[in-house]
């Protein structure tokens, strides 16, 4: 029902930052839940961090607390995470995905309905 597309990937230096973007088409994405996941290279594809629909309840992987942050800008239609203080490991295909559940936030892929085609995130030492 909504379709995604991402974009902000690229390459950076471990310790560099980048903010990566989804926009959405459709006239109910502030319906939507918000999640960004990750698939790394040899990986399975994992939850990064979710947002709710207004923007107030977020969720984040223990991996990425304290570096990345989540958020929403429902008048524009788009997500973004904020990416500080990268590291090699984050290096990972990211995509974003919509999900109609309502709160709690999911985690779990199959909650989320509509996925964007990912952005490449590679991160040097």
């Known amino acids: 029902q909504v379709q995604l597309v991402e974009s902000g990937g690229g390459l950076v230096q471990a310790g560099g930052s980048l903010r990566l973007s989804c926009a959405a088409s459709?006239?109910?994405?502030?319906?939507?839940?918000m999640g960004w996941f990750r698939q790394a290279p040899r990986k399975e594809r994992e939850i990064v961090a979710a947002?709710?629909?207004?923007?107030?309840?977020?969720y984040y992987a223990d991996s990425v607390k304290g570096r990345f942050t989540i958020s929403r800008d429902n008048a524009k239609n788009t997500v973004y995470l904020q990416m500080n203080s990268l590291k090699p490991e984050d290096t990972a295909v990211y995509y974003c995905a919509a999900s109609a559940l309502p709160l709690p936030l999911a985690t779990g892929e199959r909650s989320y309905t509509s996925w964007g085609q990912g952005t490449q995130v590679t991160v040097s030492s």
């Open positions: 947002i709710s629909r207004g923007g107030g309840s977020t």
């Open positions: 459709g006239r109910t994405f502030s319906s939507y839940n």
